[in-house]
């Protein structure tokens, strides 16, 4: 499969726990994005990796939210001290330019 | 004003009807739009993207833009059950030279056989 990958797939935690998921992009993308969805709505930026560097954060990333891609390759995102709010699929999307981006097939997060 | 817009549905359609979905955006500095298929529970999936005024066709599917009335759709003919699912707009804008892509909440398509 050549496609972006994401782990896990679904995730349960309880309120006050950091969680971590992963996300593989398509090999000869060097840009990265990380999404969050929840239902009824569209999916809305948080933040944009180019090779290893962090290029850009939205306000909806808090400071208990942090990401990295060590690298340039597979990207991490974490979320601490979790609460019932941060419910949602978090996706991951990669690209090799500033146009098309390709879809990971997301975590799906329950805190409870 | 939200940035971009788009009727949530669902718009029901009969197989082999034309579907039409349509989705306004505030920013006149977008510069491309895109349009995503995302059935439920899954990811969404790029169907197609357009730059320029006019009509873009790839097989069944048709987006228009009109940026003097920053207005994009997309049409799908001959539909099929297969093309139920919820359609996303995407608008990109440049933002210090970022490619930052805004989503409407997308239209529910639904095909009946």
């Known amino acids: ?112 | 004003q939200k940035e971009v817009e788009q009727n949530s549905g669902p718009l029901s359609v009969p197989e082999g009807a034309i579907a039409s979905l349509n989705c306004t955006y505030s920013d006149r500095g977008s510069q491309s739009f895109f349009w995503y298929r995302q059935y439920s529970g899954k990811s969404p999936e790029l169907i197609m993207f357009i730059y320029s005024n006019g009509d873009k066709e790839d097989g069944r599917f048709t987006a228009q833009l009109n940026k003097a009335s920053q207005y994009v759709s997309l049409l799908i003919r001959d539909s099929q059950p297969s093309d139920s699912a919820t359609y996303l707009c995407a608008v990109r804008r440049l933002n210090s030279g970022y490619s930052t892509l805004t989503f409407g909440k997308g239209t529910m398509l639904l095909v009946s056989p």
């Open chain 1, 1 to 112: 499969d050549t496609g972006v990958s994401q782990n896990p797939r679904h995730k349960i935690t309880k309120r006050g726990q950091n969680v971590t998921f992963r996300c593989d992009p398509i090999s000869e993308h060097n840009r990265l994005y990380w999404y969050r969805q929840t239902l009824g709505q569209g999916p809305e930026f948080l933040t944009y990796f180019q090779n290893e560097a962090q290029l850009e954060k939205s306000r909806l990333l808090s400071d208990r939210f942090s990401a990295e891609r060590p690298k340039g390759s597979f990207s991490t995102l974490e979320i601490q001290r979790t609460e019932q709010g941060d419910s949602a699929m978090y996706l991951c999307a990669s690209s090799p330019s500033q146009e098309t981006q390709y879809f990971g097939p997301g975590t799906r997060l329950l805190v409870l």
